[in-house]
């Protein structure tokens, strides 16, 4: 049984993507303290929306249920491992791309979304945003501990 993809969610979800991606480059551009070119970031920014159009579009029509997350990141990397044909180009052009300029609008609209049902988020109540800021915390902590460790390991700290 295939999942039905309707051509308004579909232009939905491109159009959330593509003003993403418009504030990512601005963000990006900003971000380098206007030194890196704006128009050098655009094949990055466009193969990162490419990824995720495509990822975002098979979890909807593949009927295993399997999350877009996942799509995109076996896209991300099948493109992106050594051997591959286009490896060489997707990283050069990816890495002209911050980290926190794709974050910041993709929060921004988690953070709208939230506010969109705030009647839903109301119902969570306080152990749920306890909850969450556990599990935030303790990625945070986790990740410095294990960046720690391989710093040591490699002798940088």
Do not use: H
Not at 40 to 54: C, H, K, M, Q
Not at 100 to 111: D, E, F, I, S
Request: overall charge positive; aromatic content about 8%.
């Amino acid at each position: 049984m295939k999942k039905r993809l309707t051509l308004d969610e579909f232009l939905e979800y491109t159009l959330i993507m593509l003003i993403i991606a418009a504030i990512a480059l601005v963000g990006n551009w900003v971000s380098s303290k206007f030194t890196a070119s704006f128009v050098d970031s655009i094949p990055g920014i466009l193969i990162l929306l490419g990824i995720a159009l495509v990822g975002t579009t098979l979890a909807k029509v593949i009927p295993l249920k399997i999350p877009a997350i996942i799509w995109i990141t076996v896209i991300g990397i099948l493109l992106a491992v050594e051997g591959s044909p286009t490896a060489a180009y997707v990283t050069e052009a990816v890495g002209k791309i911050g980290l926190l300029p794709l974050a910041t609008p993709v929060l921004a609209y988690a953070g709208v979304n939230i506010g969109k049902d705030w009647a839903e988020f109301k119902k969570i109540s306080w152990r749920g945003i306890l909850v969450t800021l556990c599990v935030m915390i303790g990625t945070f902590v986790g990740s410095a501990v294990i960046a720690n460790i391989i710093l040591y390991a490699q002798g940088i700290v």
